[in-house]
């Protein structure tokens, strides 16, 4: 099976150029998560959707990053100006809510290196 | 906000000695969930637990959700040295909430 696809998997930018990182949740989940990895603040949630509807968005940066989930296959998180501290990995989680239980899988990732 | 505490930060071990780490709280969680990363690559679930009390083996791994709800441990017998890499254990709250709070991290290094 298919599991969290994310690209690119790796991106190098210039400060000020806009930054879009894309995800394919795995099919059938109904839950999408973006988060950033960085080894001072470890993992953090920047948002996540139920049924393609954004829920908490609280962990967002700030308005130069949005996100958004058009259909159920489909999330992109856009980063417009990126700057060198947006530096960090960004991973994309899927998971399906069956009664109280749920998980998240994540997918591999993708490093961005804003210069 | 809610936050976890995991300890240790980092482990340096020999081949075939057992482990231990754990995650603590000030707050009641629901879920636990313990994953492994390694580098290049997303954290990997390799155990998760729903029941307060609740022992959960995979394999060489154990996991128990603390009977309080604040706590969380796992333990990995006989090590090998493709168990290197860095584990996290995740909280999630309240009911109907799909939040996950991550501990910082245990970095397992193992000598052959």
């Known amino acids: 099976d298919a599991g969290v696809i994310q690209s690119p998997r790796h991106e190098v930018t210039e400060m000020g150029q806009e930054v879009t990182l894309r995800c394919k949740p795995i099919s059938g989940h109904d839950y999408l998560f973006w988060y950033r990895q960085t080894m001072m603040r470890g993992l953090e949630l920047l948002i996540y959707?139920?049924?393609?509807?954004?829920?908490?968005d609280s962990g967002m940066p700030e308005d130069r990053f949005s996100a958004k989930m058009p259909n159920a296959s489909f999330s992109t998180l856009k980063i417009q100006p990126s700057e060198p501290r947006d530096s960090a990995v960004y991973f994309c989680?899927?998971?399906?809510?069956?009664?109280?239980?749920?998980?998240?899988?994540f997918g591999p990732g993708t490093r961005l290196l804003v210069l | 906000g809610q936050q976890l505490n995991q300890s240790p930060q980092s482990m340096f071990i020999q081949e075939g000695e057992d482990v231990s780490m754990n995650c603590t709280s000030s707050?009641?969680?629901?879920?636990w969930l313990w994953y492994k990363q390694e580098p290049g690559e997303g954290p990997v679930l390799l155990i998760a637990?729903?029941?307060?009390?609740e022992l959960t083996s995979n394999g060489r791994l154990t996991a128990q959700f603390g009977i309080t709800r604040k706590d969380s441990f796992l333990n990995i017998s006989a090590s090998i040295t493709s168990d290197v890499g860095i584990y996290f254990c995740a909280g999630q709250g309240l009911q109907g909430a799909q939040k996950l709070v991550f501990g910082q991290g245990t970095r397992l290094t193992i000598n052959p």
């Open positions: 989680a899927s998971s399906l809510l069956l009664g109280q239980v749920e998980t998240q899988y």
């Open positions: 959707f139920n049924n393609n509807v954004p829920i908490d």
């Open positions: 707050s009641i969680f629901n879920t």
């Open positions: 637990l729903y029941k307060a009390g």
